[in-house]
C-alpha cells in the first residue's frame, strides 16, 4: 500500500514537499512520481529505478523538483520548488511492475502499478 501526502493550494513560486509511504515492499524497487491534470493524461514527473539510481525528471520540472527516498522509513519525497500554475494536479506515486530496475530510462505510466489515492496540487493566484 502506498499513501501520499503535502499537496495544497499555493501561489506560483512557492515550495511544497510531497510524501509517499509505503508498506509490504522493498524500497530499493524503481518507484516514481506521477501527476494528473484535468481533462489530462497521467504523466511521470521523477522516478528513480533503484535506491542507487539517480532520479529521472521530465524536462517541464527539471532544476525545481528534487526526488529523494528514506529507505530506512520507507519514504519517497518529492520537493517542489518554484511551482508554477502548469504543475496543478493530482500527484501520485507507484511501484513498477518490475521492481528493481536499475537501468530504468523513462518513467511511463503503464510500467507502474500499485498507485496510491493521489494528493492535490493547485498552483494559482
Known amino acids: 500500500r502506498l499513501e501520499e501526502s503535502g499537496g495544497d493550494q499555493v501561489q506560483p513560486g512557492a515550495s511544497l514537499k510531497l510524501k509517499c509511504v509505503g508498506t509490504?515492499?522493498?524500497?530499493?524497487?524503481?518507484i516514481g512520481w506521477f501527476r494528473q491534470a484535468p481533462g489530462k493524461e497521467r504523466e511521470g514527473v521523477s522516478c528513480?529505478?533503484?535506491?542507487?539510481?539517480?532520479?529521472l525528471y521530465t524536462d517541464s520540472v527539471k532544476g525545481r523538483f528534487t526526488f529523494s527516498r528514506d529507505d530506512a522509513t520507507s519514504t519517497v519525497y518529492l520537493q517542489m520548488d518554484n511551482l508554477k500554475p502548469e504543475d496543478t494536479g493530482i500527484y501520485y506515486c507507484?511501484?513498477?511492475?518490475?521492481?528493481?530496475?536499475?537501468?530504468?530510462?523513462?518513467?511511463?505510466?503503464?510500467?507502474?502499478?500499485?498507485w496510491g489515492q493521489g494528493t492535490q496540487v493547485t498552483v494559482s493566484s
Open positions: 507507484a511501484i513498477h511492475r518490475a521492481g528493481r530496475v536499475p537501468s530504468l530510462s523513462q518513467c511511463r505510466p503503464d510500467d507502474f502499478y500499485y
Open positions: 509490504g515492499w522493498s524500497w530499493d524497487y524503481a
Open positions: 528513480s529505478g533503484s535506491k542507487d539510481s539517480a532520479p
